[in-house]
């Protein structure tokens, strides 16, 4: 049985989708949770909702791309819950696009939201979690980042780069009994891919071996056992969750 009891998390972008199954399957193990997101409404929805299963919730309004207002959610953070024990960098968007039509604005919003986000959360988490000699860093990549995908370099890129950040902080940090890996998922039933045609999502569908698309439950479960004691021995390490997509 995992637990997580008297464990502090916080998970980005957690007001809906995968970020919030996240956090409520964390809750469900026992972890207190912030949930920080651009929506504050929906931050505050999940919030609501981990209160019901009995654990406490803090819900912020961020920007996790800007400095500023990430320095401040972990002055929240650590106002009302103290160190943090895990964070799950999720908060991503895509501007998909050719490149000969991408817009400079859609390369840098998805750089700024997928990639400097989770270096900004990374670093006002790192010293705490060294004082501690504990922590785990979970960052939500994506396959586009290990195989790519036409029309979308900026998020490709993002991902890519966030593994290549997840390898690099995990050396950086193994030595305080900081563990950082990343979980990459495949297609997964959001509001991210709802956008896709009916035709796309079939295509899809049809490069899968285990034919169906994953469930935001699928990505969590993943993120549950890194943050675990069970995975206490693993750091660096990019877990797809894909349904044999990447193999
Ligand atoms: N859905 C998929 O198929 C899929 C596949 C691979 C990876 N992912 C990754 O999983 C993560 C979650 O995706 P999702 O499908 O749940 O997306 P989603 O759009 O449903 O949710 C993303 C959340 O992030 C929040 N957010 C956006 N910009 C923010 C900002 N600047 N600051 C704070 N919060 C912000 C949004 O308000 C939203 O609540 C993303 O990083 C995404 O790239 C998703």
């Known amino acids: 049985m995992i637990t997580l009891e008297n464990k502090k998390a916080l998970i980005t972008g957690a007001g809906r989708g995968i970020g919030k199954e996240i956090a409520l399957k964390l809750a469900a193990a026992g972890a207190d949770i912030a949930i920080c997101d651009i929506d504050l409404d929906s931050a505050r929805q999940t919030a609501g909702e981990i209160e019901n299963l009995g654990k406490k919730?803090?819900?912020v309004r961020a920007d996790v791309s800007d400095a500023d207002s990430?320095?401040?959610?972990?002055?929240?953070f650590s106002n009302t819950f103290g160190t943090c024990d895990i964070l799950v960098n999720n908060a991503g968007i895509t501007r998909d696009g050719l490149i000969v039509r991408m817009k400079d604005d859609d390369w840098d919003s998805v750089l700024?939201?997928?990639l400097r986000s989770a270096y900004l959360c990374s670093r006002e988490c790192a010293r705490p979690m060294m004082k501690a000699r504990q922590g785990k860093i979970v960052n939500i990549a994506s396959v586009v980042g290990l195989m790519g995908n036409a029309g979308q370099t900026n998020y490709g890129a993002s991902k890519a780069g966030l593994i290549g950040l997840t390898k690099?902080?995990?050396r950086e940090l193994a030595s305080r009994n900081i563990t950082v890996n990343a979980v990459a998922p495949g297609f997964i039933k959001t509001a991210m891919t709802d956008k896709l045609s009916d035709e796309d999502k079939e295509k899809l569908t049809g490069q899968i071996p285990l034919q169906i698309l994953g469930m935001p439950s699928d990505v969590a479960n993943a993120v549950l056992f890194l943050c675990s004691s069970l995975a206490g021995y693993i750091t660096g390490q990019v877990l797809t969750v894909d349904g044999g997509l990447v193999m």
């Open 168 to 170: 690099s902080l995990a």
């Open 70 to 76: 990430v320095h401040s959610l972990f002055g929240e």
């Open 57 to 59: 919730s803090l819900a």
């Open 112 to 114: 700024r939201i997928n």
